[in-house]
């Protein structure tokens, strides 16, 4: 009997890479752009590129080059570390869960608002995405929204695509997700959550196409049973995995929300006023999480489990990021980075700045199916997407764009997302089915998202 082979882990490919980088170092010449700073961010000099002697790497590069990696990425490994640990402690009171939970309560006692509730389920979801990066947590939304969908006459498709394609292009449109955008702007030394404005504006659209796909899914369902995808396939969820046990909003839980509200807002505020950077958002992130403990009076000992829980459950992720990082400094080291770089953009010199953007998008998206993790995805990237959008003249928010659309709107449809892998194993559905029904929403938000590409590149400076 043939065992099914298991896709690589996301560490397994970065030191994959790594081996292939150091064989990089032994072929591809050796050299450097001259690097200047502006405005505080270190910028390549365009026609800068010279050639020097080479520097290959070995072994000894291959086994330093994580501790090194960890080293040079300490500051936004320890962001992510704290804001995963603050977040784990807000989910500890069970006011967010609670506050979804309400109005899918609402939604199951008001039937004759049915055909408001997809679309405003996929809104919330999506806004999840945004602010603060619900991913893993849909596994226990779906246990909901599966019977929801159910309950008011339509299929699994439905409860399981409110979640994921609502925090698909919640990710995909980023505004404050401190775990895509706040890494990758870091990295790429821009303001912190800078482009807000714009990047709102992507929200909404890319929400409106999810949530009106979804909205018309529904009502062909609600015409016809039949146009289920699902239809004749006799799937039912596993009545043990429904969730019976709602966490009840009450005042306190309501004050933690507002308390969240009042961060995002004062975040958004500090960011674009005062230039807030990594230490005071993990700062203000620190301060909600207490704020949150003591109104739901957690103890001070369970308080800390909560935020250690939290933190482990970063892990992973600081690991692809320091690894990442390692990974880059083998290339810089071996002094073959630029030349890649200079090779790429002798190759795009006369390539129009949207199909420059638009091939950086596609990059993303087809990088995407290797590492789904939005935050190992910054760590890998964007220490090169950032200088080569430099060297392309099109602006690194562009390229930090690029990134964060390519990252949550590919999750939806890979097969290497754990996330949507899991809740295709809850909600029973067949992954080709899924495939079958998700692709073209996908599609057509691909080729929306590298039309919104365009305004920051031709309309306004970015």
């Not at 320890?78 to 402690?89: I, M, P």
């Amino acid at each position: 009997m043939s065992k099914t082979r298991k896709f690589p882990d996301t560490i397994a490919i970065i030191l994959g890479i790594s081996l292939v980088f150091i064989i990089l170092t032994w072929i591809i010449p050796a050299g450097e752009f001259e690097r200047e700073i502006v405005d505080g961010t270190e910028m390549i000099v365009a026609g800068s590129y010279e050639k020097l002697e080479a520097n290959p790497q070995g072994i000894g590069a291959f086994l330093s080059a994580p501790i090194k990696g960890f080293i040079s990425a300490a500051f936004v490994i320890g962001f992510v570390f704290l804001v995963g640990g603050a977040f784990s402690l807000i989910n500890a009171t069970g006011a967010i869960n609670a506050g979804l939970f309400n109005v899918i309560k609402f939604a199951e006692r008001n039937p004759q608002y049915k055909h408001w509730i997809v679309p405003i389920l996929t809104v919330l979801f999506s806004l999840a995405g945004a602010t603060f990066g619900m991913s893993e947590e849909i596994l226990v939304f779906v246990l909901i929204t599966i019977p929801l969908a159910n309950a008011l006459g339509y299929d699994a498709i439905i409860g399981a695509g409110i979640p994921v394609i609502g925090t698909g292009v919640g990710f995909a449109g980023a505004i404050t997700n401190p775990f895509t955008i706040g890494i990758a702007q870091g990295i790429a030394q821009v303001p912190l959550f800078g482009g807000m404005e714009y990047r709102l504006v992507v929200w909404v659209v890319l929400t409106l196409i999810a949530a009106i796909a979804l909205y018309r899914y529904s009502r062909k369902i609600e015409k016809d049973p039949k146009n289920s995808l699902l239809a004749g396939m006799d799937i039912k969820m596993d009545e043990s995995l429904k969730m019976t046990d709602f966490p009840e909003l009450n005042n306190r839980r309501k004050i933690i929300l507002y308390g969240l509200l009042f961060t995002l807002g004062l975040l958004i505020y500090g960011v674009n006023t005062y230039g807030w950077y990594i230490n005071e958002i993990a700062a203000l992130f620190i301060g909600l999480s207490i704020f949150a403990a003591v109104v739901y009076r957690i103890s001070v000992s369970r308080a800390i489990e909560a935020f250690v829980d939290g933190a482990k459950d970063m892990m992973k992720a600081a690991l692809i990021i320091g690894l990442a990082k390692g990974l880059l400094i083998i290339a810089e080291d071996g002094l073959i980075i630029d030349t890649m770089l200079h090779s790429v953009a002798s190759i795009a010199v006369d390539t129009p700045k949207y199909l420059s953007a638009g091939l950086m998008f596609l990059f993303q998206c087809s990088l995407n199916f290797f590492i789904p993790s939005g935050s190992g995805q910054a760590a890998l990237t964007m220490p090169i997407m950032a200088p080569l959008s430099d060297v392309l003249g099109i602006g690194r928010q562009i390229a930090v764009l690029a990134f964060q659309m390519g990252d949550g709107l590919t999750n939806i449809i890979v097969p290497t997302s754990g996330v949507t892998m899991g809740v295709l194993s809850i909600a029973k559905i067949p992954y080709n089915t899924w495939l079958k029904w998700a692709f073209p929403i996908v599609l057509i938000l691909i080729l929306v998202s590298m039309l919104l590409l365009l305004p920051p590149l031709y309309l306004f400076e970015w």
